[in-house]
């Protein structure tokens, strides 16, 4: 069965410093992974996306994300956190269908 | 560009009464999709429509329908609102297939109370 798991529901870091947000999934094929960001009261955006090739994907906002298909992740880190990256980030995969998880809020601390 | 609009963009309703939530996207996709979104749960699917004319229900469907009424709409209905109905609906849509075009475009949903 397809499903992701985000272990972290709530992170907070300092702006300025490094961030890290985890994404497991359970696929039965080549996964299509994706990280979309929903800032409070909006709809989601996509962050990145990886279907194949290079393991570490760039995406908008600064964002990158590794997928690591021994360990079923596909985390998502910034170098530097801005105080607008505060929102709600989900990871979903799938194809024909979206699985996503239950999402990470992350406050970002001046 | 507009993307995927939905409308009402907020609602509340008795219980028991009826509804329909609009979405409608002008990017020419085949697939279309329901979630809700209630804390701690993530989205969850309600129905997807793969292609005009079909539609197939997805991990939530109890208490709800819904019409691919042509390629750009799909409705969802509330027959009988209910108070575990409460939630933040959110309409999609997708270009199925392999590829870099993969990926869900969403609207910016609609938040409906069940009072």
């Known amino acids: 069965a397809q499903s992701v798991t985000q272990p972290d529901i709530h992170i907070t870091v300092s702006e300025g410093a490094s961030l890290e947000l985890r994404c497991n999934y359970s696929y039965g094929a080549t996964p299509y992974l994706f990280w979309y960001v929903q800032s409070p009261g909006q709809g989601l955006q996509l962050l990145l996306k990886?279907?194949?090739?290079?393991?570490l994907v760039q995406g908008i906002k600064g964002f990158e994300a590794e997928f690591k298909r021994s360990q079923s992740s596909f985390n998502l880190r910034k170098p530097s956190v801005h105080w607008s990256d505060a929102a709600e980030y989900f990871c979903?995969?799938?194809?024909?269908?979206?699985?996503f998880g239950t999402g990470t809020s992350l406050t970002v601390i001046p | 560009n507009a993307g995927v609009t939905q409308t009402p963009k907020f609602q509340v309703l008795k219980t028991g009464q009826s509804m329909t939530l609009q979405c409608a996207q002008d990017?020419?996709?085949?697939?279309m999709y329901w979630y809700r979104q209630d804390p701690g749960m993530g989205l969850r699917l309600i129905y997807y429509?793969?292609?005009?004319?079909?539609?197939d229900k997805g991990e939530v469907p109890n208490g709800y329908n819904v019409s691919r009424l042509n390629k750009r709409e799909f409705s969802l209905r509330l027959e009988s609102a209910a108070p575990s109905q409460t939630s933040v609906y959110f309409c999609?849509?997708?270009?199925?297939?392999?590829?870099?075009?993969?990926?869900?475009?969403f609207g910016q949903g609609t938040r409906l109370t069940v009072v």
């Open positions: 429509s793969a292609s005009e004319g079909t539609t």
């Open positions: 999609a849509s997708s270009e199925p297939g392999i590829g870099m075009n993969t990926e869900a475009f």
């Open positions: 990017m020419n996709h085949n697939s």
């Open positions: 990886y279907f194949s090739g290079d393991t």
């Open positions: 979903a995969v799938g194809l024909n269908q979206f699985y």
